[in-house]
T-cell receptor
Framework: AQSVTQLGSHVSVSEGALVLLRCNYSSSVPPYLFWYVQYPNQGLQLLLKYTTGATLVKGINGFEAEFKKSETSFHLTKPSAHMSDAAEYFCAVSEGSGYSTLTFGKGTMLLVSP | DAGVIQSPRHEVTEMGQEVTLRCKPISGHNSLFWYRQTMMRGLELLIYFNNNVPIDDSGMPEDRFSAKMPNASFSTLKIQPSEPRDSAVYFC????????????FGPGTRLTVT
């Protein structure tokens, strides 16, 4: 069975500061990993994904994440936060290709202050 | 592409009434997922279809919930009778093609049962 743990239901940063959102997963097979972002009253939007190959993946809006197998982690980072980054972020894992289902973490709300 | 389309966007109904939520997946996608999002339980997968066939409905809360996918471009989630604890945001997502592992979410239906 798969599972995802996101540390911290809320993370607060100042505009221009580093953003770090933590995600740890468990999976019995090599995982596919995803970060989704949800803005208020909207659906989830794919931010970035890791499937195979390079372990550092870049996504939209300047976000990136690094897959670390030894730590079973897939933390999301952005060097400099912008006010528009305020949203809820979800980490998810699937068992790989095809129509595998996604298992989501509980989400982390990112708050950005001026 | 129009993306995943859901209707209605908001639904307010009284306890005991029947509620039908609708979803049109992205054209060409062959997998469709229904999720429920609440503050308490986060994002939960209710059911998913592949090629219009229900694959796993183990997440459906109880017999009051039913889902159908009569063709590749339309799916419904029905709650009969509805209860206040069904109040949540219901999302539909679809995936398919070479990136069958990527799910694209609709904007959601916010259901309030009074």
């Amino acid at each position: 069975a798969q599972s995802v743990t996101q540390l911290g239901s809320h993370v607060s940063v100042s505009e221009g500061a580093l953003v770090l959102l933590r995600c740890n997963y468990s999976s019995s097979v090599p995982p596919y990993l995803f970060w989704y972002v949800q803005y208020p009253n909207q659906g989830l939007q794919l931010l970035l994904k890791y499937t195979t190959g390079a372990t550092l993946v870049k996504g939209i809006n300047g976000f990136e994440a690094e897959f670390k197998k030894s730590e079973t982690s897939f933390h999301l980072t952005k060097p400099s936060a912008h006010m528009s980054d305020a949203a809820e972020y979800f980490c998810a894992v699937s068992e790989g290709s095809g129509y595998s289902t996604l298992t989501f973490g509980k989400g982390t709300m990112l708050l950005v202050s001026p | 592409d129009a993306g995943v389309i859901q209707s209605p966007r908001h639904e307010v109904t009284e306890m005991g009434q029947e509620v039908t939520l609708r979803c049109k997946p992205i054209s060409g996608h062959n997998s469709l997922f229904w999720y429920r999002q609440t503050m308490m339980r986060g994002l939960e997968l209710l059911i998913y279809f592949n090629n219009n066939v229900p694959i796993d409905d183990s997440g459906m809360p109880e017999d009051r919930f039913s889902a159908k996918m009569p063709n590749a471009s339309f799916s419904t989630l029905k709650i009969q009778p509805s209860e206040p604890r069904d109040s949540a945001v219901y999302f539909c997502a679809s995936s398919g093609g070479d990136r069958g592992y990527e799910q694209y979410f609709g904007p959601g239906t916010r259901l309030t049962v009074t």
